[in-house]
């Protein structure tokens, strides 16, 4: 039985036992979800093999494929997995990643559980764990649908510390190297995904990792006096991480005794666990463009804008602005970069229900940048987001609007690999 006296922890995390781990390990199912070619080839590439493939559906099926009796097919599979020696368990472990990227980087992490009832993902949360990111509370019963009989979860969710110190991941980063730590795996990922090594995390060295996560969260405490810090933030699949925690409100509701509560696998979400101060961790900002608009007027519109709201400054954030082949530089202060955002989509929004035209977001800055001086175009270039703003951005004013930023890229995002089970024996 799991035991959880902390907010993030070890858990009974189930690894493959004896498979072929390129073929087991595939990328979060939100991926490439406008290329469906990806997956098929994936598919095919998988063939028979045990796969976590098999174990969701991409999103880039769900026009073809209907997600509910999908849902009934992929339980069917758990269950097998489970009932066929396709696992071993790692009791009370987590277990400490490091990921090669596309780009050459490592990126540290750790996978444990986490306890939704430090969570909460509305806009007014003070809860210890909080969303980077507005919920769309639409795109949840799905989601919840799929959960709610699942006998397994898989994360792909990616949940951000801010341990500039880098005590909590550094310490077994020493474990690791000097092979103090078992290895788990170690191996190429499939479809250009790089490189992943992982190993246990248990007993002494699970013991030695609490007392760094309360070193932690004791220097959040101290870093944000006056305000109710947040000790994680989620970075990546924040609706999953929303789905999991309505599953565990609908269970609350359903007459358990105090005790099966407090023991409850659902009350726990598996997760990855990363440092915004990892250099393999990269901010980049989501342009916004406007399509077939009237850009006549959009630079001297987005100044007024600006200029109304009292927070034309010289010092702050810098914002890049063209539009009909013009291009001029104004710096926005008196905002958090979350603030920020939402008022440049304001703007834009605004702006296309006067002079017509379309919004896309655009990550990449060449790409904003051409679009941007395109006849009929307009664009808002965003500033990279300084790595001490997210917390101090999510504390202060919520969660970001939506598009405000991404981590990395497509090929670099996290691939299944760890189960847990999430039913009640």
């Known amino acids: 039985m799991e035991k959880m006296k902390k907010i993030f922890g070890p858990a009974d995390i189930l690894v493959p036992a004896n498979c072929d781990m390129s073929k087991w390990s595939v990328i979060a199912c939100d991926q490439f979800s406008s290329q469906p070619g990806y997956w098929d080839a994936l598919d095919r590439y998988v063939g028979d093999a045990p796969s976590t493939l098999r174990l969701m559906l991409p999103e880039a099926y769900l026009e073809r494929r209907d997600p509910f009796a999908e849902a009934k097919g992929i339980n069917a599979t758990m269950r097998r997995y489970l009932e066929g020696g396709v696992f071993r368990t790692l009791p009370s472990s987590c277990v400490y990643l490091e990921r090669t990227q596309t780009d050459g980087k490592v990126r540290r992490g750790l996978v444990g559980a986490l306890d939704l009832e430090a969570y909460d993902y509305s806009a007014t949360s003070a809860s210890p764990i909080r969303a980077t990111e507005g919920t769309v509370p639409e795109r949840l019963p799905p989601r919840v649908r799929v959960r709610w009989?699942?006998?397994?979860?898989?994360?792909?969710?990616?949940?951000?510390?801010?341990?500039?110190?880098?005590?909590?991941?550094?310490?077994?980063?020493?474990?690791?190297?000097?092979?103090?730590?078992?290895?788990?795996?170690?191996?190429?990922?499939?479809?250009?995904?790089?490189?992943?090594?992982?190993?246990?995390?248990?007993?002494?060295?699970?013991?030695?990792?609490e007392r760094e996560m309360d070193a932690y969260e004791q220097a959040i405490g101290e870093r944000y006096k006056g305000s109710a810090p947040a000790m994680f933030a989620i970075g990546d699949g924040n609706h999953s991480l929303a789905a999991a925690k309505n599953c565990w409100e609908e269970i609350k509701r359903s007459g358990l005794t105090p005790e099966q509560l407090r023991a409850h696998p659902a009350r726990f979400s598996l997760v990855e666990l990363v440092n915004i101060h990892d250099d393999a961790i990269v901010f980049e900002p989501i342009h916004k463009v406007l399509f077939d608009t009237d850009p006549t007027a959009f630079l001297d519109e987005v100044k007024a804008f600006w200029a109304r709201r009292g927070q034309a400054s010289d010092a702050g954030h810098p914002l890049r602005l063209l539009a009909g082949g013009r291009e001029e530089a104004l710096t926005v202060g008196g905002m958090t970069i979350g603030q920020l955002i939402g008022a440049a989509e304001e703007f834009c929004q605004s702006y296309i229900a006067a002079h017509g035209g379309r919004i896309d977001y655009i990550h990449n800055d060449d790409t904003a940048l051409e679009m941007g001086r395109r006849p009929g175009g307009a664009a808002i270039m965003l500033p990279k987001m300084r790595k001490s703003e997210l917390f101090t951005s999510i504390i202060r004013s919520g969660p970001f609007p939506k598009k405000s930023f991404s981590i990395g890229h497509a090929e670099d995002k996290r691939y299944y690999l760890e189960c847990r089970k999430i039913q009640a024996s």
């Open 149 to 209: 009989d699942a006998p397994l979860e898989m994360p792909h969710i990616m949940v951000l510390m801010d341990d500039p110190q880098n005590g909590v991941l550094g310490s077994l980063e020493a474990g690791a190297e000097k092979g103090r730590l078992p290895k788990l795996y170690d191996f190429d990922l499939n479809c250009g995904g790089g490189h992943l090594r992982g190993w246990q995390v248990s007993g002494d060295d699970a013991a030695a990792l």
